[in-house]
């Protein structure tokens, strides 16, 4: 039997992906409150699935994520790159919808135009509130969507991404904004490349090749063994391998692996030839921004 702490984030057995085919496999580990971790590994390893499957975005193949407490409590930074910004929205416009599940569909926001500058001044655009989003830079941009989160006020924050493509300063002064939710108790996942960010800035992470490679402090994840490992994981995805099985049926982490303190061993959960035998699925998917948290 499950025993699901509320406000912690459970993945029994996860598989997720997209047509069938899986893009994480076979996931155990939990986060739990407050946590800031950082989600790193090779292109396509699975990072954004995992973010969209904890969110609601793509339903689970295998398994099930377990969010007591939370079903209203998560807000989602998708990837600046899956939002049209040639929508003629204002700024104004755009940091409200993260007001979207407080207000309803209906209701204006007229009402809280106050909170809503605020948040605007607070990552660097007061003055901006007037302006289409497609004029904004790609830092302008980034600022503008974490005033959306700001006003969400959510307990737990997945962020996919937040600093590819912009400039130095905006990444400082967003990863201040970071560092300020986590010491407020918050709960922060961030999808990111920048290892050197990782180190600096996270305490912990969970380096994904499709599986879990390594979970746990980042000093012990980010080693040059689990990097390497994770990359000939990666290259030896076999895309026309059949769809494997879970051979226990899903269910809690094994008493071994219910801690993401716990690293696997280089040969666990693997063939002789080290790879799984799963479809290749690349990590991307028609996600709709919807704006406010899921």
Not at 48 to 61: D, H, N, Q, R
Request: contains cysteine; charged residues 20%; aromatic residues 4%.
């Amino acid at each position: 039997m499950s025993c699901d702490l509320p406000g912690a984030i459970t993945l029994h057995g996860l598989t997720l992906g997209y047509d069938r085919h899986p893009a994480v496999h076979h996931l155990d580990g939990v986060i739990p409150p407050g946590a800031l971790l950082a989600l790193v590994g090779p292109n396509g390893a699975g990072k954004s699935t995992l973010l969209k499957g904890i969110v609601g975005e793509i339903p689970c193949l295998e398994g099930r994520i377990a969010r007591p407490g939370l079903e209203e409590a998560i807000a989602y930074l998708p990837q600046a790159a899956e939002i049209d910004r040639s929508f003629p929205l204002s700024v104004l416009d755009l940091v409200a919808m993260g007001l979207w599940r407080r207000l309803g569909p209906w209701r204006s926001a007229r009402r809280h135009r106050a909170t809503l500058l605020d948040a605007l001044a607070a990552v660097g655009l007061a003055g901006f509130e007037a302006r289409l989003i497609g004029t904004l830079s790609g830092g302008q941009f980034q600022r503008a969507l974490f005033a959306r989160l700001i006003v969400q006020e959510a307990r737990v924050l997945l962020l996919d991404e937040p600093f590819t493509g912009v400039d130095g300063r905006t990444t400082a002064d967003l990863l201040a904004l970071v560092r300020a939710w986590h010491g407020q108790g918050r709960t922060i996942v961030a999808a990111l490349h920048d290892l050197g960010q990782v180190r600096s800035h996270f305490p912990h992470t969970l380096l994904l090749a499709r599986e879990r490679v390594a979970w746990g402090p980042t000093e012990r994840v980010l080693t040059p063994q689990n990097l390497a490992r994770a990359q000939s994981l990666s290259e030896a995805w076999d895309e026309d391998a059949a769809v494997c099985g879970r051979h226990e049926e899903p269910g809690p982490p094994h008493d071994h692996d219910h801690s993401p303190d716990h690293d696997h061993s280089p040969d666990h959960d693997h063939g002789p030839d080290g790879r799984h035998a799963h479809p290749h699925a690349h990590d991307h998917g028609a996600v709709r921004d919807r704006g406010h948290a899921a």
